[in-house]
T-cell receptor
Framework: SQTIHQWPATLVQPVGSPLSLECTVE??????LYWYRQAAGRGLQLLFY??????ISSEVPQNLSASRPQDRQFILSSKKLLLSDSGFYLC?????????FGNGTRLTVT | GESVGLHLPTLSVQEGDNSIINCAYS??????FIWYKQESGKGPQFIID?????DKRQGQRVTVLLNKTVKHLSLQIAATQPGDSAVYFC????????????FGQGTRLTINP
């Protein structure tokens, strides 16, 4: 069966520090991969998606970037965090099916 | 732009009662709709989905209804249990490829004992 892993579960980072969140998927090949952000009490906003290795599409202008160095690995990064980058970051995968989400990383930028 | 919204941000029902959560979507070309359940501190969990060529689909204690005429989606949960307490999101899949789901704001469902 397919599983998705995100880490870390929580993270507190100072303004201006770098960020690297990792997501890996097991049990499937060539999935579409997604990064969503969820503000407190709100819905999910799509940040990036990828349909293959090295292929990244950005949905909103922001301080973040994404990379897909391997088929089942998706990384969310920032060189310098802003206070507004705080939120709940969710990775998801899908292949002609509903998206399946990881349990997220709660990022607090202080 | 595209948007998916929910009529009620919060809903409280008595345990054992049925609940209905509503959702409006704006893109008439969307062809696939999904309901997710999100518990505190966790990622959204898939509940049920429906394609635009159907108007009703049933699962275990859940039913999704789709009314394309008025662009309305609903989730019915029968015989609610305490474990049903969560935030429920609807999502639509506009015909853009790559399953770029658009999510609504969410409804918090509370089951009272």
């Amino acid at each position: 069966s397919q599983t998705i892993h995100q880490w870390p579960a929580t993270l507190v980072q100072p303004v201006g520090s770098p960020l690297s969140l990792e997501c890996t998927v097991e049990g499937t090949s060539n999935p579409n991969l997604y990064w969503y952000r969820q503000a407190a009490g709100r819905g999910l906003q799509l940040l990036f998606y990828s349909v293959g290795i090295g292929q990244i599409s950005s949905e909103v202008p922001q301080n973040l970037s994404a990379s897909r160095p391997q088929d089942r690995q998706f990384i969310l990064s920032s060189k310098k965090l802003l206070l507004s980058d705080s939120g709940f970051y969710l990775c998801a995968w899908g292949v002609n099916s509903p998206l399946h989400f990881g349990n997220g990383t709660r990022l607090t930028v202080t | 732009g595209e948007s998916v919204g929910l009529h009620l941000p919060t809903l409280s029902v008595q345990e054992g009662d049925n609940s209905i959560i509503n959702c409006a979507y704006s893109n008439s070309a969307s062809d696939y709709f999904i309901w997710y359940k999100q518990e505190s501190g966790k990622g959204p969990q898939f509940i049920i989905d429906i394609r635009s060529n159907m108007d009703k689909r049933q699962g275990q204690r859940v039913t999704v209804l789709l009314n394309k005429t008025v662009k309305h989606l609903s989730l019915q949960i029968a015989a609610t249990q305490p474990g049903d307490s969560a935030v429920y999101f609807c999502a639509e899949n506009p015909p853009q490829g790559a399953q770029k789901l658009v999510f609504g704001q969410g409804t918090r469902l509370t089951i009272n004992p």
